[in-house]
């Protein structure tokens, strides 16, 4: 009995020890380690939440920059009457080949263009795509950023390449040859007296800066490319009369520039009562962010850039979800998969460098199919704007994004979708965009 009596005892100063190690932890932590954190429900001091409906407009983005690392770019022309025409062009540029060993009795050669594409928008029942390809006469710099909308006449030589109507045919794979016949000759007298043109991306482009890939109205179809290869193919015998065929490759690849043009022409259309946001295109939304009606309904104050509720307690952000309605999905497009709210002040130097989103100046949504809405979470940019002494309300600009993730599903790099898509935003009606906010106090 008396063991029992001390194994108990000993017990009991066990979970007290236990206890207290627990409480001297709790009491270390900071405020601050708490701040934007769910809490236990008896902790909570006050709980407050709100559901604001915000106004959208249409809004048109500045020249969105064609960048160095698209992977997707679109040649032809797609015409509908619910977004209009998207028209795509190309200037293209090539990366050296490296040494060419030529012999001097070749039999035959040929110079041809693959287009490899993933993806490819119609109308009509004919796809076809009208091309007019001209040399470029100027060099892109690869430092530079070009828009989508450029002038190309500066860059341009008028000698035609080579003019065709092409029929698409996708059941004998996702990839067009274009002949490059009239550049023939002139490749193989360069190769042959090279001295250096082609062992340097450098040297080649002072040679060929490249080629403008222009669509003509009579298309009825738009790609999406994924890659270009120039090749420059031979035929001759070898010292045993064997005949030997050798191809040598130009990509078109990350080393040099592309520069997709895009024209888009959706103004004649009927949206309605809806917004158009488009991509690659400038045909957007904007909504502003009521800061101060925010700070006014939920009581909010702000000392000393630390943010209280009404009864002094400090505030924490536990959600913020604001839910953007999507009135029509065009079935030949589809929707973006992510959506990026930028700050008015921030989507410029976006558009230019591009980042990864802060959850502040840049969030980023995603589309929830259950309901036909983007929903961003708000929560970081209203615990920001609540540690201002005075708080300004905030315009948010809507752009259509894609990303790119690593082998653990981690999104790494966010950039304007290049892709065609369009939706249409609701601009009034039974579903409004909302912003619900919840918050507590400790």
């Not at 009208?130 to 060099?139: A, D, E, N, P, Y």
């Not at 059941?171 to 193989?188: A, C, H, M, N, V």
């Not at 001295?195 to 340097?200: N, P, R, Y």
Request: aromatic share 10%; with cysteine.
């Amino acid at each position: 009995m008396e063991l029992f009596r001390k194994a108990e005892r000993k017990n009991r100063l066990t979970f007290f020890l236990i206890g207290l190690a627990q409480l001297l932890l709790l009491c270390s932590c900071s405020d601050d380690e708490f701040e934007n954190t769910m809490q236990p429900s008896r902790d909570a001091i006050n709980l407050n939440s709100d559901t604001l409906q915000l106004s959208i407009n249409a809004f048109e983005l500045s020249n969105i920059p064609s960048k160095v690392t698209d992977e997707s770019l679109l040649l032809g022309v797609f015409n509908t009457d619910t977004i209009g025409k998207t028209k795509g062009c190309i200037l293209m540029q090539f990366a050296s080949s490296g040494t060419i060993t030529f012999p001097d009795n070749i039999s035959s050669d040929s110079l041809y263009m693959r287009i490899n594409f993933d993806d490819i928008h119609h109308s009509g029942s004919e796809i076809k795509l009208q091309l007019t390809i001209k040399k470029m006469k100027q060099s892109l710099n690869y430092r530079t950023s070009y828009s989508n909308d450029m002038d190309v006449s500066s860059y341009v030589d008028n000698e035609v390449v080579l003019s065709k109507t092409i029929e698409i045919d996708t059941t004998q794979g996702y990839y067009i040859d274009l002949p490059l016949s009239t550049l023939k000759t002139e490749f193989r007298e360069k190769i042959k007296n090279s001295q250096g043109t082609f062992e340097s991306d450098e040297e080649f482009l002072k040679y060929f800066p490249g080629l403008y890939l222009e669509a003509g109205d009579e298309s009825t179809a738009l790609i999406s490319v994924t890659s270009a290869t120039m090749y420059y193919t031979y035929k001759y015998e070898n010292v045993l009369g064997t005949e030997i065929e050798y191809s040598t490759s130009f990509p078109a690849n990350k080393n040099v520039r592309q520069v997709n043009i895009i024209e888009q022409t959706p103004d004649g259309t009927d949206l309605g009562d809806d917004f158009l946001v488009m991509s690659p295109g400038k045909k957007s939304a904007s909504f502003t962010i009521p800061v101060q009606k925010i700070r006014e309904k939920l009581k909010i104050k702000t000392t000393n850039g630390v943010a209280y509720t009404e009864d002094n307690k400090k505030l924490a952000i536990n959600s913020a979800m604001l839910k953007l309605p999507v009135a029509k999905i065009f079935q030949k497009t589809g929707a973006p998969s992510y959506m990026l709210l930028i700050k008015k002040t921030e989507y410029e130097k976006f558009l230019e460098t591009t980042s990864m989103p802060d959850n502040v100046n840049e969030i980023l949504g995603t589309f929830d199919s259950d309901d036909s809405t983007y929903q961003f979470t708000m929560k970081y940019f209203i615990a920001d704007e609540m540690t201002k002494e005075s708080n300004e309300d905030c315009e948010f600009v809507l752009v259509p994004a894609e990303v790119t993730m690593n082998s653990a599903n981690t999104i790494i790099g966010v950039v304007h979708d290049a892709k065609l898509h369009a939706v249409l935003m609701k601009k009034k009606g039974e579903n409004p965009v909302t912003l619900s906010v919840v918050i507590t106090g400790w």
